[in-house]
């Protein structure tokens, strides 16, 4: 992993790692695209081998150790291969043709954006989630405090208006009393000030790229939001 800092400002890359694993599946002369995974790939078990012959061809695709590669990629640094890592995994037990296409591709992808990763400003303290990530926030920012005098606002991001008003709304309500007590811990942290929620709008969601295909200006703005890119 390559790390950088510079001006308050600490970059995670794995550009060797990337180029290692080209090679090793012969992808490093490949085109690259623009996209993890484009729409026209639609997977499904019907694309598993129908056949002896088909069997037998794919024992010999490294469809597993590839598919391995990439999700050790996506776990450092790469959240921007989220979703279509998903989307090949499902099949590592008994994989097709068109499922390892879609692996290529996603190395291609790899393969024109080498040098990417991750950004983080110390300026920035949000966290996407919900009851976990405030938690893990809520802590940090007690750690934080032990080793500097600077205050950090946690500022908690949620796309979901009925759960910003469950949060912020101390009333017992029937409907809600199935939610398991730890869960109103947010609840806690948020009347403390610790913790700001902030309503995300669909067009400033960058989990979008993590759940679903999206649109190649939507995609470049996700990672854009993420503190996915270049160095």
């Not at 400002?9 to 290692?20: F, G, T």
């Not at 393969?111 to 989630?129: H, M």
Request: proline share 3%; net charge positive.
């Amino acid at each position: 992993m390559e790390i950088s800092r510079e001006n308050g400002v600490v970059h995670l890359s794995q550009k060797r790692y990337i180029r290692k694993v080209l090679e090793r599946f012969n992808m490093d002369m490949s085109k690259p695209v623009s996209t993890p995974l484009a729409s026209h790939f639609k997977l499904s078990e019907l694309q598993m081998p129908q056949s002896m012959d088909e069997v037998e061809h794919m024992s010999k695709v490294p469809y597993t150790s590839a598919v391995g590669s990439i999700m050790y990629a996506m776990v450092c640094t790469r959240p921007d291969i989220t979703q279509s890592v998903s989307v090949v995994r499902k099949y590592m037990a008994n994989p097709g043709k068109r499922h390892w296409e879609a692996v290529k591709w996603i190395l291609r992808y790899l393969k024109g954006a080498p040098d990417v990763g991750l950004t983080f400003r110390k300026s920035e303290g949000r966290i996407y989630g919900s009851n976990g990530g405030s938690e893990r926030s809520y802590r940090l920012k007690g750690l934080v405090a032990e080793l500097s005098s600077a205050q950090l606002k946690s500022i908690l991001k949620c796309d979901s208006q009925s759960a910003i008003h469950l949060i912020k709304n101390q009333r017992f309500h029937e409907r809600t009393k199935h939610i398991d007590v730890r869960f109103h811990y947010i609840r806690d942290v948020v009347e403390k000030g610790a913790i700001k929620v902030e309503k995300v709008i669909t067009d400033d969601n960058a989990a979008d790229m993590l759940t679903k295909i999206v649109l190649l200006a939507k995609f470049a703005h996700c990672k854009d939001l993420a503190g996915v890119c270049i160095n």
